[in-house]
């Protein structure tokens, strides 16, 4: 039983070395450059219509330190909302959900925010009463992209000791991307392919 064990360990080992092996290149988007957009984007504020039995009304909203914070697996949209209704006001604390994911085809990382929502609230006979939550998702319709790893493709030339030329065009396939704490990762496999081989030029 023992030595079935170490058996065991001994693929698993050998098989995490293959996938490591296969990873040859890989992008990584931190945390922190995802927030330093929203501080780029300056003030987030809104404001939208409410009706509620006879009173039809507005209200302003605006995000106080929006934040991505990303985690094993898992991305979270943290931020506090101050809502003002009338002269009533009141702040609260969002937690959304985003999803991230690659897309092979555009060739972009995508970051969308795709819950997050606060309650609206308002005053009605002196007391706090709760209309509806709102989504912040729909404000935030168009998702952060960034350039994935298919831009690394490139050709290179190398003189060879037979006074040839070899040409080699290296492109990225087997996309994939994870998320851990703080980071992004978008992993690639690189693949060489022989253009052709030409005499070098004379000079």
Known sequence: MKKFLILILIQLAALQSIRCQSTDLTVVIQESMLNKLFKAMGEIKGTSSYSFMFIDGTYDWKLINPQIKLHNNKADFVTDVKVTVGSYSYQTKVTGNVEICYE??????????????????????????????????????????????????????????????????????????????????????????????QPKSKK
């Not at 006979?125 to 952060?144: A, C, I, M, Q």
């Not at 493709?153 to 994939?176: A, I």
């Not at 704490?181 to 081989?197: C, P």
Request: aromatic residues 14%.
């Open 104 to 197: 092979p085809s555009t060739n972009l990382i995508y970051v969308e925010i795709t819950e997050a929502l606060f309650p609206l609230n308002i005053m009605f006979f002196g007391k706090s009463r709760h209309l509806w939550d709102v989504n912040l998702k729909k404000y935030f319709e168009t998702p952060f992209t960034f350039e994935g790893p298919l831009t690394m493709g490139t050709e290179m030339v190398f003189d060879m000791p037979d006074n040839t030329q070899k040409k080699l065009y290296t492109y990225p396939k087997n996309c994939g991307v994870k998320v851990v704490e703080k980071q992004i990762i978008v992993t690639a496999e690189m693949e060489f392919v022989s253009r052709n081989e």
